[in-house]
């Protein structure tokens, strides 16, 4: 790991393989464990810099897939890199876009170069290469940056999930090839199904290859949410103790809290802004649909203990409100809000690993 | 005027009829001239009211028809009144309605009485009456309630100018009587149409019913420019110097400085929101849209002048990609300039006036 990189542990639950850290980088620090909103056009859908910063936002996420399209990474590097074109001065994360690519299903093709596909905004034929997805990331400037791996679908064959976990180490070492500038992590993705012995040996093969840090991919594509938990519960303990954990693309409550509970220490999810962006609130792990009739004259606060901007000036029946009437603030206000919500979830779950309260405080998760 | 409102002129220009002053309300002052942003729905569109605040916003309006029939007044009033429900804690003005019931066309009925019409969201019929928009403008709670108009169309004939503003003043009556809060101004709104004598009759008329606050109306209806200069010019020197003038529906930049020039202090429009929501910028008086080429690569900020957010942060180059995305953000971020352009520009005069710059400052506009 360069230098710029670090991840120290802080403390460790005494009944759970829970743990808080803080992972540095050359823009700023996380304290972990901890939530990233996804900003995947280069901005949080509906959120400035400055609420996600008031939002409680450390590390946020964007997406070299979509940004390879538009604007194209010349543009973001010709303003000064991601952080400037943004104006996010705080740590960003960018996928590699391999999840994105695989999703487009019967519209590309994959070999053992890379993935070809044609463009949803112009139809011209684009070829995105482990090399190239690094070249991207390296212009756009993260400070991390993740391979491009092969994502199998769920359900999948033992054969096929083997096929994709064997690439996406030989595509990662390409990776590490490419891979340009000692001012980014790139971090490798266990692949591997839902088979535990394909995850076993997928994650053993990378620690070899010693990265800045880990994460697990491949999961929340459909499978039930049990099989999550065992992924995770069999690929965690390989990894080493010294790099920062990340589980992607899983944002829910219980998700996050069992994963915290195996060693996990970073998350992202387009669920919140999702969420509010179709009117729903996140509240203590519900969901809310606000045009539901009972909100129309509750004039609570969507959740009294909420320290957002949101929950600090308007109630449940002004939300309703905005939502009905389609206006875009209501989005806003309700993205605010369920990003605050996720990230002070795991700040919660953070004090009270550091406090060893995470297994009482948390019991009913579990 | 209940002692709830003032307006004390600060400072007269030595070339016009243009002045600053202050005008005081239950929930703070104005400095006039001032730009007013446009909250139709209890928000002004995309934008939250920290961001209206940084904007300098200090009045902003709302409007009758269209809480009333969403969420209805009921509940608006449930939650504490307008500035608790929209959790602005600045003065509001609330439009009676008038002018968007006359708008409906076909589909609305005028008699002496009111008017009656279908509710374009639930086809139930609605009378609305100046006793009835004034009972509503009670319930909603608003610093600054405005009569119930009958707003005649351009092109109008002179028969039909004389019968709506002769009817106005009737109804201005009958507002006057229904009205029941002290803490509320009712403003009086001159008709007239293009006649310069039916302008100057009703002007007349509307001063001896000594109102705390006089507009003028039934501009900005399609009539070209110059005419909106001809009836200001008219009607402006016949309303009283002790109370605040308010030229509805105004908010270009040549028409505010033109009408300043013959007295006029308050504003408002929806073009700042309505050009950001269609991704355009209003700079120095002209309108770009972003969606042009040339912006793609421009990493300068819209005007390196502007103190807003969106001018101290973003390029047109990333305000373009987001328009281009149609990322919501994009929106936000316009609006939030194209507000503070306007209300910063009536500051510019403003100062100005007070520093009797005023015609050498703006020359060029007038």
Not at 52 to 81: D, R
Not at 204 to 228: F, K
Not at 302 to 323: G, I, K, M, T
Request: charged share 20%; with cysteine; aromatic share 8%.
């Amino acid at each position: 790991m360069s230098q710029s990189f670090s991840f120290n542990s802080q403390a460790f639950c005494s009944y759970t393989k829970a743990r808080a850290g803080v992972f540095s980088t050359p823009h700023g620090n996380i304290d972990t464990p901890r939530f990233m909103p996804v900003g995947t056009l280069a901005n949080v859908k509906t959120l400035t810099p400055a609420q996600l910063q008031a939002a409680g936002a450390q590390m946020i996420l964007a997406n070299t897939y979509h940004l390879h399209l538009q604007p194209g990474e010349s543009i973001v590097a010709g303003a000064g890199g991601l952080h400037k074109f943004m104006a996010w001065g705080g740590p960003i994360l960018t996928d590699s876009g391999g999840f994105q690519v695989f999703s487009l299903g019967d519209i590309r093709t994959i070999s053992e170069t890379g993935v070809k596909f044609r463009s949803p905004r112009d139809g011209s034929m684009i070829d995105l290469t482990p090399e190239r997805s690094i070249q991207i990331q390296n212009e756009l400037g993260a400070d991390v940056i993740m391979a491009f791996d092969e994502c199998p679908p769920y359900p999948a064959s033992r054969e096929e999930v083997e096929l994709a976990t064997n690439r996406t180490y030989r595509w990662l070492q390409r990776c590490m090839k490419a891979h340009q500038r000692q001012d980014q992590a790139l971090f490798g993705i266990v692949q591997g199904g839902v088979y535990a012995d394909m995850r076993s040996m997928a994650a053993r093969q990378l620690v070899d290859l010693d990265l800045p840090g880990y994460a697990i991919g491949g999961v929340s594509v459909g499978e039930p949410g049990e099989l999550i938990d065992d992924i995770v519960k069999v690929t965690t303990p390989l990894l080493p103790e010294d790099k920062p954990r990340y589980l992607m693309g899983v944002g829910t409550h219980r998700e996050m809290v069992r994963a915290i509970a195996s060693g996990i220490d970073l998350f992202d999810c387009v669920i919140p802004t999702r969420l509010g962006r179709h009117g729903s609130a996140l509240v203590r792990g519900e969901r809310w649909n606000l045009k539901n009739a009972k909100f129309r004259e509750d004039f609570r606060p969507l959740d009294e203990s909420c320290p957002c901007y949101c929950c600090q000036n308007f109630s449940r029946a002004y939300l309703s409100h905005l939502v009905r009437a389609k206006e875009a603030l209501g989005f806003t206000l309700l993205s605010l809000h369920n990003v605050t919500e996720l990230i002070r979830f795991t700040q919660r779950i953070r004090d009270a690993i550091l406090g060893d309260r995470f297994t009482t405080e948390f019991a009913s998760w579990l």
